[in-house]
Structure formats: structure tokens, C-alpha cells
């Protein structure tokens, strides 16, 4: 063995003799030791980096997949405003009653066919008329003294709102009762 040789322990070797080695040896078999420990810090850090992304990563593609839809939605949700005004229109107007109730009829098979496919996706309604006021469901737009309705519940829907999943998609637009003023 040479001087700058450093003796190799295997399987078929004895271990390695801590009195015959020279300081330069031993110091060089610290600095390997040092640097294996360092790699095998750094071989921990990156496996444990690997599963957190893995986790990170199947999370993401989950709430990818489950709100996929809720841009689309979204986007449905003037359509479904739109119907309800028709309706709305199509009982105020004059005209004759045979073309009137058959309109309104078409309208509202349309309509019902498009909630019916919303509700199918995951969208449901939220439903706001009565009661009380909820700031993470309601978007208060004003205030109305009322003896009828309870104070901080909901005197009159404007808009509904709706959710997808669990998700608010866009709240309600409500009037909020309030006490009357004293006479």
C-alpha cells in the first residue's frame, strides 16, 4: 500500500486498524466521513422534499379536477338571471293570453332544464329571503325599516346567490330589515 493509499474496509477485510494509520490518513478518512454524512443529509432533505411535492401535488390536482367546473358556472349564472327576468317580463306584459302563457311556458321548461343541469354540476342556491342576514353568504345592498321582518334578517332578495360545492360562487344581494323608527 502506498502512502497516499487509504485502506478500504469490505466485506472479506478487517477492519480498518486505527494505530497503523498515519495523520494524514486518518485526517483524510474524516473529511470523506464528513463529507458522506453531508450527503446523506442532503439525499433526507431531498427525499423529504420529493413527498411533500408529491403530497402537494395530488392536492392540487384534486381541487383542480373538483372546481374545474366553477369558471363555467360562473358564466352560466347571468343565463339563469336572464330566464328569470323573461319569466318575470312575460307575466307583466299585455297581449293575448294563448301566445303570453305559451311563451312563458317555453321559458320556463328552458329554465328548469338549465337549473336541472347546474344542480346535476354541483351548484345549489342560497337561499337568503327570511333569513338572518350572514355577511359570508349576503351582500347587504341597503337597509329597510320594517315591523314585519325581524331586524338583521333578510327583508327582500334582490339577486340569488349561489354555491358550487361548498364554495360560495357569488352571494346573495339582499335588503336587510331594520327596527322602525320611533314615532
Do not use: C
Not at 395530488?58 to 323573461?86: G, H, I
Not at 344542480?119 to 329571503?129: F, H, I, R, S
Request: glycine share 4%.
Amino acid at each position: 500500500m502506498s502512502e497516499n493509499e487509504i485502506p478500504q474496509a469490505d466485506a472479506t477485510a478487517n477492519p480498518v486498524d486505527m494505530a497503523t494509520l498515519t495523520p494524514e490518513q486518518f485526517e483524510e478518512l474524516k473529511t470523506k466521513a464528513a463529507k458522506a454524512d453531508e450527503h446523506w443529509e442532503r439525499l433526507l432533505r431531498s427525499t423529504a422534499d420529493f413527498e411533500n411535492f408529491k403530497k402537494r401535488a395530488a392536492r392540487e390536482k384534486t381541487e383542480s379536477m373538483q372546481y374545474a367546473t366553477a369558471s363555467l358556472l360562473q358564466r352560466l349564472l347571468p343565463v339563469l338571471d336572464n330566464f328569470e327576468m323573461a319569466l318575470a317580463a312575460t307575466k307583466s306584459s299585455g297581449g293575448p293570453q294563448a301566445d303570453l302563457a305559451s311563451v312563458q311556458s317555453g321559458v320556463q321548461m328552458i329554465q328548469q332544464q338549465l337549473k336541472n343541469a347546474l344542480t346535476e354540476a354541483g351548484l345549489e342556491e342560497v337561499e337568503a329571503a327570511g333569513k338572518k342576514f350572514d355577511p359570508s353568504l349576503h351582500e347587504a345592498v341597503s337597509q329597510q325599516e320594517s315591523a314585519e321582518v325581524a331586524e338583521d334578517h333578510v327583508l327582500q332578495q334582490l339577486r340569488k346567490g349561489y354555491k358550487f360545492k361548498e364554495r360560495l360562487l357569488r352571494p346573495a344581494t339582499v335588503v336587510v330589515a331594520k327596527k322602525p323608527a320611533a314615532q
